[in-house]
Structures are given as structure tokens and as C-alpha cells.
């Protein structure tokens, strides 16, 4: 059973940072690229970024601001954001063909 459970999520200032983490089970991690989800809300789905074995790729949005990594020894992909802004308010899902719960990230002064 394909099982993935982010955490990290918090309430963080304009400015700050937060890292998220997906611990994921019931497959073969390294095998799988992996991508970062969110939704904001009352609006849709948005990928946010992506990871295989040639590296990231990020929504425009985020660019030059997240950093997408994974440690398959973990099997464990992380999204380390910087310079948060109340736009980026989402719940955060990472994504394999299946979804996690979720990790709230909320922007706020």
C-alpha cells in the first residue's frame, strides 16, 4: 500500500522559510519522480515542483525560491522554501499517483 505523509507545515512570517518533508512507503522510492502539489484556497490544484533523476524543475511561481531534494535512503522528498510570501498560503501535498493528507503552510504577519 502506497502510503506518503508530509509534515513541516506551520504558520511562518512574510519572509520566512519552512521545510517540508514526505516520508513515503509501499514503493520503490528511487525508482519514481516525485512533485510537490498545492492548493490554495478556494482554488485549484497547482504543481509547485518536480524531482526525478536529472534533477528539479519548479512553477514560475516559485522559482529561485523552493528547492525540491530527496534522500532515497529515507525515501523522503523535501521542499525547502525561502522567502515565503502570503501567496504561497496552501495546503502542501506530494504527489507519485497518489496523494498524502496534506501539510497546511500558512503565510501571515
Known amino acids: 500500500e502506497v502510503q506518503l505523509v508530509e509534515s513541516g507545515g506551520g504558520l511562518v512570517q512574510p519572509g520566512g522559510s519552512l521545510r517540508l518533508s514526505c516520508a513515503a512507503s509501499g514503493f520503490t522510492f528511487s525508482s519514481y519522480a516525485m512533485s510537490w502539489v498545492r492548493q490554495a484556497p478556494g482554488k485549484g490544484l497547482e504543481w509547485v515542483a518536480y524531482?526525478?533523476?536529472?534533477?528539479?524543475s519548479y512553477a514560475d511561481s516559485v522559482k529561485g525560491r523552493f528547492t525540491i531534494s530527496r534522500d532515497n535512503a529515507k525515501n523522503t522528498v523535501y521542499l525547502q522554501m525561502n522567502m515565503l510570501t502570503p501567496a504561497d498560503t496552501a495546503v502542501y501535498y506530494c504527489?507519485?499517483?497518489?496523494w498524502g493528507q496534506g501539510t497546511q503552510v500558512t503565510v501571515s504577519s
Open positions: 524531482i526525478n533523476i536529472g534533477g528539479g
Open positions: 504527489w507519485v499517483g497518489y
